[in-house]
């Protein structure tokens, strides 16, 4: 997915205002965009504009979570923002897991 329609969004959300940021946050966004599709159980489409706005969001919030941690430790960030998760909620849905059915 071409992820570069949502750097302005994302850098004006993270608070960004160098553009030799660009490429990391780039980075950020793709990754924020896996996390958020994997987590929601979404089929990302080939344009950025064509994901619903809550879904934008919530990538760009996990995206700037991404950004503001990038100085810590080696380590990525587990599990997703506050806003993302709760986005994310709405699209998984309630699913039961049963056994399959026996062979007669």
């Known amino acids: 997915m071409n992820l570069s329609d949502l750097l302005t969004a994302a850098k004006l959300h ?4 160098h553009d030799e940021d660009d ?6 966004l793709a990754a924020a965009a ?8 979404y089929t990302l489409p080939a344009l ?4 619903p706005a809550d879904l934008k969001l919530a990538i760009i919030d996990q995206a ?3 950004f503001d941690a990038r100085a810590q430790d080696t380590e ?12 994310v909620a709405r699209y998984r ?3 039961l897991c049963l056994p399959p059915p026996a062979a007669e």
């Open 76 to 87: 990525r960030p587990v599990g997703l923002s506050l806003a993302a998760a709760r986005i």
């Open 14 to 17: 993270a608070r960004v205002d």
């Open 64 to 66: 700037a979570m991404l």
């Open 93 to 95: 849905g309630v699913r």
């Open 48 to 51: 950025a504009a064509d994901l």
């Open 34 to 41: 896996g996390d958020v599709a994997h987590a929601a159980e």
């Open 23 to 28: 490429p990391d946050m780039l980075l950020m």
